[in-house]
T-cell receptor
Framework: GNSVTQMEGPVTLSEEAFLTINCTYT??????LFWYVQYPGEGLQLLLK?????DKGSNKGFEATYRKETTSFHLEKGSVQVSDSAVYFC?????????????FGTGTLLAVQP | NAGVTQTPKFRILKIGQSMTLQCTQD?????MYWYRQDPGMGLKLIYY???????DKGEVPNGYNVSRSTTEDFPLRLELAAPSQTSVYFC?????????????FGPGTRLTVT
């Protein structure tokens, strides 16, 4: 079945460091790919998405490119801030059935130190 | 718009007790979902609904029930609480079944069963 694998955390960085969180997926067909972020004590919110191969999603300085050849959707940011500290979830849309079911990775905790 | 709201925020149950987790959205979304989030794990889909009067099981439905009498509300019922149901529960909604549409999440309910 469809699945998402993302790097385990926690990831601890200093402010202004470069961030990469790896995400790979297994899926039949051409799912859409998402990164959701969960700030402490809050629900998940969409960070960015890509709907087809070679698409690049971007938001708030974060970027991810849909790579079909490597089945990857790695999240990157050039210079992280303390306010980026959160849990990041990679997800794909399950194309089986009539509804937009999401399959999530296990989440990666990012801690940014001043 | 308030978005997706959930009540209560926290609850402690004794084994065998019952409770209902409330979820309401004011975005007129037809599609609604219940997830549980366990430590170190991604979100697992419990139940979902594609419209008022229509519900279906997700990945982990055992021990739960849902109903959808209105577009706005999607309550989750635990009939006989067990320690394995200790988790954080998230309700979500989306506009369309299309795979590129994001899901909007509530702030979550943290449930402990002892």
């Amino acid at each position: 079945g469809n699945s998402v694998t993302q790097m385990e955390g926690p990831v601890t960085l200093s402010e202004e460091a470069f961030l990469t969180i790896n995400c790979t997926y297994t899926a039949t067909g051409y799912p859409s790919l998402f990164w959701y972020v969960q700030y402490p004590g809050e629900g998940l919110q969409l960070l960015l998405k890509a709907t087809k191969a070679d698409d690049k999603g971007s938001n708030k300085g974060f970027e991810a490119t849909y790579r079909k050849e490597t089945t990857s959707f790695h999240l990157e940011k050039g210079s992280v801030q303390v306010s980026d500290s959160a849990v990041y979830f990679c997800a794909l849309s399950d194309l089986g059935g009539a509804t937009n079911k999401l399959i999530f990775g296990t989440g990666t905790l990012l801690a940014v130190q001043p | 718009n308030a978005g997706v709201t959930q009540t209560p925020k926290f609850r402690i149950l004794k084994i065998g007790q019952s409770m209902t987790l409330q979820c309401t959205q004011d975005m007129n979304h037809n599609y609604m979902y219940w997830y549980r989030q366990d430590p170190g794990m991604g979100l697992k889909l419990i139940y979902y609904s594609v419209g008022a009067g229509i519900t279906d099981k997700g990945e982990v439905p055992n021990g739960y029930n849902v109903s959808r009498s209105t577009t706005e509300d999607f309550p989750l019922r635990l009939e006989l609480a067990a320690p394995s149901q200790t988790s954080v529960y998230f309700c979500a909604s989306s506009y369309s079944p299309g795979s590129s549409y994001e899901q909007y999440f509530g702030p979550g309910t943290r449930l402990t069963v002892t």
